[in-house]
């Protein structure tokens, strides 16, 4: 593969044969691996890009196609400026070449072309710490206490090296997974990537006016001031700790464009983690709070100044300790210590991973790690977030080498439904009177399941329609879309014609597989759990929706800021979008999806177990979710409830279910 390196361009990767970019039209021979990093480093597809330049994944071609991450940094500097910077980028890139900790990425290489420079560091692969947070839940006591452990003598290494970070957040931390084989023990160890050597390099050359190295939300008064010091990189390093411990984490955005932060005050200068932590039945030990407020302290001479220091304190903790409120315990958590008034307007519990099993799935030594990029919108849907994501999967390989792609969903708890205040307004700005299906908002634990990738598409329902030696209650019409296209999903089916695919899918592979495993619709819970992904606003991208983010009807009324969008009238192929962090594509639109559930007029009542709520009635309606090409935004929201009988706009995913032996 060629991938085009015109920042504008996109579709960068191009077959190894194009002679121009079919992308941008550009001269792949200009625009290319092949000529900006002379056939030594081929590009596989960017990481991410920023202020300082773009990081891209790239195969060292000298070294048995080593997986290496390359940097390029931004300058608009010329004449004598571009040459001072020239000196300064080797100077301090040969300081950062020269560190060397097993927890701190190698620096192999740095080079300088075309006025451009260049940092070839090693690939960690893993998860960040803010992945890991999203699907695994937040961190407990114990967890923080082993967070700290591990990056403190990380913080002690640079400093002593005279060098700082400068940006620790939970997406500059990974847990580094080592290669291994299938069904080999998987270790890990934390990773502190991003430390520098673009940020130090940018930061002595100063080669773009008005940057600032530092994360909101995460930097110290005297860092945002220009006089970042070592306490400064411990002041982000307890603010990670306190974001990983409550899993709260910098909101959206207010009416007037002001970051919400509810682990700060209305003026975003004293911290507040642990009223917040009391307020979501987290407590931490009174010695390890103590800890993390000396780290947080805003005046720098009340401040731990060394990382060496921290750690002394942190290993002096008495074994029996005494629990105060506010990290988070496996057990039932505390209620509040006041009643409130509207407990439904208070953040609901993080998804939180369930510890119980102690023995591996039957499918953990098949899994495979994939990459994938999200995004984040603001209520205007303009996009103000992009991240790189990993989730685990598996692939089923159907009749004729069609693959059916299904990835590994944590489980946890979250709040299903709208909450009240929510309701009110789509009732009284978008007569959504339908909404109070969504209520009341309630607790739900799921446990950990496979969810197909995307929908089942259309060459998927070929192949196991037409098999009628697999044929369980009913024939099935083998090619029931309006919109044809092997790779667009399938739709005009049944809720019955869907249960008798996950029927024959789960007879296929009983006589075509080692691991018994069973096929079915998703519960209306594991739908919602699934498309959420970790979020609680209306849409796994944020506030709100747009045309470019997901195949509805942008002709209609908006449904927060955004401007209204296209209309296309018809289904696309899967995977056209943007996906949510657990890796799963079209949760919004495209086709509605089909549940296990019958149809029920609210929640009162409803399971909390993550099961399918029935009647075991064959001639109820049931539930759909997610909408269509042609639905409103309001009804593509994460939590909306449509209810039908028939065979129309609708299309289905496949959840997958193993016996487990604990």
Known sequence: MLYCLNPSCNKPENPDNNIKCHGCGENLRQSSQEYIFQLHYKIIKKLGEGAFGRTYLA???????????IKKLVTVMQGGALQK??????????RLYELNHPQIPKLHAYFEHQNDFYLVQ??????????????????????????????LPILDYLHKQKILHRDIKPENIMRRVAPNNYGAEKTAELVLIDFGASKQVSTTMKSVPGTQIYTMGYAAMEQMQGRAKPSSDIYSLGVTAV?????????DEDEYGNTIDKLLDENHINWRWREYAQEQGITINQGLADILDKMLAQNITNRYQTAEAVLNDLNSL??????????????????PQKKTTNPLLVTPPSPQISTHQTTPDPLEKY??????????????????NRETRQAECFTEMLPGGVKLEMMKIPGGTFMM?????????????LSLGGSKRESPQHLVTIQPFFMSKYPITQEQWKLIASDTTLKVNQDLDFNPSSFKGNKNPVEQVSWYDCVEFCDRLSQFKKHNSKIPRTYQLPSEAQWEYGCRAGTTTPFYFGKTITTELANYNGNHLPYAQENKGSCRRKTTPVGSFPPNGFGLYDMHGNVWEWCLDDRHYNYEGAPNDGSAWTFNNKNTTKILRGGSYGSPPRDCRSAYRYCSFGAYDYGFRVVCIFPRTS
């Open 318 to 335: 008495d074994t029996p300790q005494v629990t105060t409120s506010p990290t988070v315990t496996q057990t039932t958590p505390k209620p």
């Open 367 to 384: 899994l495979q790690t994939v990459s994938f990029e999200t995004v984040k919108v603001n209520a205007r849907g303009q996009i103000i």
């Open 122 to 151: 090693e690939f960690i692969e893993g998860d960040t710490l803010f992945d890991e947070v999203w699907q695994k839940g937040r961190f407990s006591e114990g967890k923080i206490k082993q967070f700290l452990r591990e990056l």
């Open 85 to 94: 910077a020239k000196e300064l980028f080797k100077r301090e890139a040969k």
């Open 59 to 69: 195969e060292d071609q000298h070294l048995m196609d080593e997986k290496r991450v």
């Open 243 to 251: 974001r990983l411990l409550t899993k709260c984490f910098p909101d």
């Open 417 to 429: 439904g709208t909450n009240d205040a929510e309701i009110e307004r789509l009732c009284k700005e």
